[in-house]
């Protein structure tokens, strides 16, 4: 760490040359937001697809029926999210950030192959919705062991005045995923036919998304390392994780819940458009554009915020606006159903979701150890997106099966809201807080 005598602009980590970490690089920074917009883009494409893919591989009585059984498997994906986070982060905590992130772009990649290969169920019978459970297990374990290893690196490779804005590109990144697959789908159901974009429309996001896969491992494999590998004598510090005080733990996992799932219930809000409000497809697929668009360019400014007045405010009073907003907003996209409506409602609440999910993964991330950041931060992560995200889409269309009450996901989503701001209240300020081991 530098000296007092250096200006405070010059304060960093240290990293694994031993020299003091200046602000991320061109190349890092392109290799983490491709790496994980690639990573987040496979995921998010199941979302933004799976009225298609319901339909492919889980044909049904119902549209809606077909449509809960898709989003059901979407589910699917994050139970391995823990396991993910455990296994990952500890390889990451122990032998690097690096290795860890180049296994989970490699496993991304053989799920997503799965994904824009397998043929539907109308051809090759059960095996079909096996497969696609195995993919997206594959996806759930890669994309559960990405988040730990590429924050923990974010956050120590950043100077200590721009720990939130260099975090901050880890939820940028995934509105970039968001936007691209948002576009890509927008694009497609515009030039090609209903009967197209059901035949093999869908799968063209995922088949472009492998193409990206060798630039993602060759700028990976030249990244710096933040965490150089643990000699034999402190083999036994990867293992801590599960020593941090379970406060932390349980609070970490409250502190996602209300950002996870005001986050999938954005990633639902095409599905919602065509099955509740009966839009368009192409129309519908504008949400997703919008979402992916305000986290990509509100999450910066969520990091900087947090940089300048601390975590606690810009996480605290971005999230109570959500938790006061987000029905409010459903009623007036219910009241004037239209793109323009659609587009400002999925955008505003996917901005409040970003300012406020930058900052609270910053302060995480400064309440854990070095020695076993990558790990406490994807198990607390993968926990909650798993029991709250994974089951956002699902549970949304059930309640409004059930309900009969278009209404339903925003009184959900609020009620998330309401748990994660109380939870921010136990927060501490941590900007100004030391965190190097």
């Not at 905590?93 to 991304?108: E, H, K, S, V, W």
């Not at 090609?192 to 060759?218: C, K, N």
């Not at 209404?407 to 921010?424: E, I, K, L, N, Q």
Request: aromatic share 8%.
């Amino acid at each position: 760490m530098t000296s007092s005598t250096q200006p405070a602009a010059h304060e960093a980590f240290v990293l694994a040359g031993g020299s003091p970490a200046e602000t991320l690089s061109l190349g890092s920074t392109v290799a983490l937001v491709v790496g994980n917009a690639l990573e987040f883009y496979d995921f998010i494409a199941y979302a933004f697809f799976a009225v298609y893919i319901g339909q492919a591989f889980f044909p049904a009585t119902t549209p809606l029926s077909s449509l809960l059984l898709s989003v059901a498997v979407f589910g699917v994906g994050f139970i391995a999210r823990p396991l993910g986070g455990w296994i990952i982060g500890a390889l990451a905590d122990r032998a690097g950030r690096r290795p860890a992130m180049l296994l989970t772009i490699l496993l991304m990649a053989v799920g997503t192959a799965g994904l824009a290969f397998t043929p539907p169920a109308e051809t090759i019978g059960v095996a079909a919705p096996v497969i696609i459970v195995a993919c997206r297990l594959i996806q759930g374990f890669a994309l559960g062991g990405e988040l730990g290893p590429v924050t923990a690196f974010l956050i120590e490779s950043a100077p200590a005045h721009r720990r939130g804005l260099n975090t901050s590109w880890q939820l940028a990144s995934q509105g970039l995923a968001g936007l691209t697959a948002g576009s890509l789908g927008l694009s497609l159901s515009l030039v090609l036919t209903q009967g197209q974009m059901q035949a093999w429309g869908w799968r063209v996001p995922f088949a472009l998304g492998l193409l990206i896969v060798p630039l993602g491992i060759y700028l990976r494999g030249r990244m710096p390392e933040t965490n150089p590998p643990q000699g034999t004598g402190q083999r036994g510090h990867a293992g801590t994780a599960v020593r941090e005080p379970w406060g932390v733990m349980v609070l970490g996992i409250l502190l996602v819940l209300g950002g996870t799932v005001s986050t999938y219930l954005g990633l639902y809000m095409t599905s919602y458009a065509i099955t509740t409000l009966n839009m368009p497809r192409s129309h519908a697929a504008a949400a997703s554009v919008a979402v992916g668009l305000a986290t990509t360019v509100l999450a910066p400014l969520g990091g900087w915020l947090s940089d300048r007045i601390g975590r606690r405010p810009t996480m605290i009073w971005s999230r109570v606006a959500a938790t006061v907003l987000t029905v409010p907003a459903f009623e007036l996209l219910l009241a004037h159903p239209s793109t323009t409506m659609l587009v400002v409602v999925s955008g505003f609440l996917a901005s409040l979701a970003a300012i406020s999910g930058v900052a609270s993964m910053t302060a995480m991330l400064e309440m854990l150890s070095r020695s076993t950041r990558a790990r406490g931060m994807g198990i607390v992560y993968a926990i909650g997106v798993t029991v709250f995200g994974g089951t956002t889409q699902a549970i949304a269309t059930w309640l409004i099966g059930v309900t009969g009450s278009p209404m339903a996901p925003a009184w959900y989503a609020t009620a998330a809201s309401v748990v994660t701001a109380t939870a921010m209240l136990f927060v501490p300020e941590t900007r100004n807080k030391v965190v190097l081991d």
